[in-house]
């Protein structure tokens, strides 16, 4: 079972604060890694994606990678309310199949 | 770019009638489409995967003769619920893949209510 896991919060952080996601997944051969947002009743959108070990920085996200560890990141800067959400790790697998597995999703709560 | 578009958004049908839920992707070409389930609260659930011009790849415990998958052209799915009942009231929700390093865009979703 290839898998992804995160932990499902909620996670509470002040508004102005860098709120921290982390990720981990089993599959050792996985080469795409995404972050998804996804706002209470609406279907998911794409935020970040990364494919290489370090940081990647879109505005006020940045993804970071170990692929060593197994692990990835979400990091978002000046947390506003409107960051509330659920935010879901995936990962593609690897093999042939390209088949994309995520995590059960982050409850951010941004507290005003 | 990477619009995906889902329709109908919302329906509602009796019990015992079939529905059909179409995913287009409007600005690119998806090789692959996915169908996902989604209850209240609950996380994603990935139904079956499907690629242009073949057969659907369904998920274990997924009924592929009740959830019917047709994957016509490189920007159309649909997704046919077959004598529909209250239990598969949920959202649905589509996305498609340009099928490079596996990112996928996903349609708005369509809320189903067997009554």
């Known amino acids: 079972q290839k898998e992804v896991e995160q932990n499902s919060g909620p996670l509470s952080v002040p508004e102005g604060a860098i709120a921290s996601l982390n990720c981990t997944y089993s599959?050792?051969?996985?080469?795409?890694f995404f972050w998804y947002r996804q706002y209470s009743g609406k279907s998911p959108e794409l935020i970040m994606s990364?494919?290489?070990?370090g940081d990647k920085e879109d505005g006020r996200f940045t993804a970071q990678l170990n692929k060593a560890s197994q692990y990835v990141s979400l990091l978002i800067r000046d947390s506003q309310p409107s960051d509330s959400a659920t935010y879901l790790c995936a990962v593609r697998n690897s093999g042939g199949y390209q088949k994309v597995t995520f995590g059960i999703g982050t409850k951010l709560q941004v507290i005003p | 770019g990477a619009v995906v578009s889902q329709h109908p958004s919302w329906v509602i049908c009796k019990s015992g009638t079939s529905v059909k839920i179409e995913c287009r992707s409007l600005d690119f070409q998806a090789t692959t489409m996915f169908w996902y389930r989604q209850f209240p609260k609950q996380s994603l659930m990935l139904m079956a995967t499907s690629n242009e011009g073949s057969k659907a790849t369904y998920e274990q415990g997924v009924e592929k003769d009740k959830f019917l998958i047709n994957h016509a052209s490189l920007t159309l799915s649909t997704l046919t619920v077959t004598s529909a009942h209250p239990e598969d009231s949920s959202f649905y929700i589509c996305?498609?893949?340009?099928?490079?390093?596996?990112?996928?865009?996903f349609g708005p979703g369509t809320r189903l209510t067997v009554t």
């Open positions: 996305s498609a893949s340009p099928g490079l390093v596996g990112e996928q865009y």
């Open positions: 599959d050792r051969g996985s080469q795409s």
């Open positions: 990364i494919y290489s070990n």
